[in-house]
């Protein structure tokens, strides 16, 4: 069976200090990969998303970037973060052969930038 | 660009039935997609409408109409466990999942 496995589950930053979430998928191949943002008691902001290595597309241009070095493992980073970056970051995938409106989410990482 | 637009709140009591809507502005309209998410944890998919008319998983019913732009989520029967927040999300060409801003959903005794 399929999983998805991201950390940390928790975290609390400085403002201006580096960030690095990482998401993994067992189970599956070539999935299509996802990272949104939930500000709190808020809808989900797509910010990032990748059908293969190396492609990525941006669907909000902020101080985050996104990397997929590996087929299963896709990577939220960002070199100065700022207060408006809290929020609860969720990575999720999809299969790549099936449009059926289904994404798989993490558990989320909860950054609190102070 | 698109937008999704969904009740911020709904009130019910138990063993009653809600009915949810969601009506979107979007282009290149593959499919309606329902999420539930409890508070704190991860959303969890509900169901996928890509025709027009109605999908029943058990107690709950998913409905469609691309003419209308239209769709709504039908939970019967509620029980506590059902007190979450619920989203609507477009599939669309050349890009994920877009994600309204949720409905929350409050059942009581």
């Not at chain 1, 191949?29 to 910010?47: K, M, T």
């Not at chain 1, 990525?56 to 408006?84: G, T």
């Not at chain 2, 709504?72 to 050349?94: H, I, W």
Request: charge should be negative; glycine fraction near 10%; aromatic fraction near 12%.
């Amino acid at each position: 069976s399929q999983t998805i496995h991201q950390w940390p589950a928790t975290l609390v930053q400085p403002v201006g200090s580096p960030l690095s979430l990482e998401c993994t998928v067992e189970g599956t191949s070539n999935p299509n990969l996802y990272w949104y943002r939930q500000a709190a008691g808020r809808g989900l902001q797509l910010l990032f998303y990748s059908v293969g290595i190396g492609q990525i597309s941006s669907e909000v241009p902020q101080n985050l970037s996104a990397s997929r070095p590996q087929d299963r493992q896709f990577i939220l980073s960002s070199k100065k973060l700022l207060l408006s970056d809290s929020g609860f970051y969720l990575c999720a995938w999809s299969d790549r052969g099936r449009s059926t409106g289904e994404l798989f989410f993490g558990e989320g990482s909860r950054l609190t930038v102070l | 660009g698109q937008s999704l637009e969904q009740p911020s709140e709904v009130t019910a009591v138990e063993g009653a039935i809600v009915q949810i809507n969601c009506t979107y502005q979007t282009s290149g309209f593959y499919g309606l997609s329902w999420y539930q998410q409890h508070d704190g944890g991860a959303p969890t998919f509900l169901s996928y409408n890509a025709l027009d008319g109605l999908e029943e998983t058990g107690r709950f019913s998913s409905f469609l109409s691309r003419s209308d732009s239209y769709g709504y989520l039908l939970l019967q029967e509620l029980q506590m466990k059902d007190s979450a927040s619920y989203f609507c999300a477009v599939a669309q060409a050349g890009t994920a999942l877009i994600f309204g801003k949720g409905t929350t959903l409050s059942v009581s005794s």
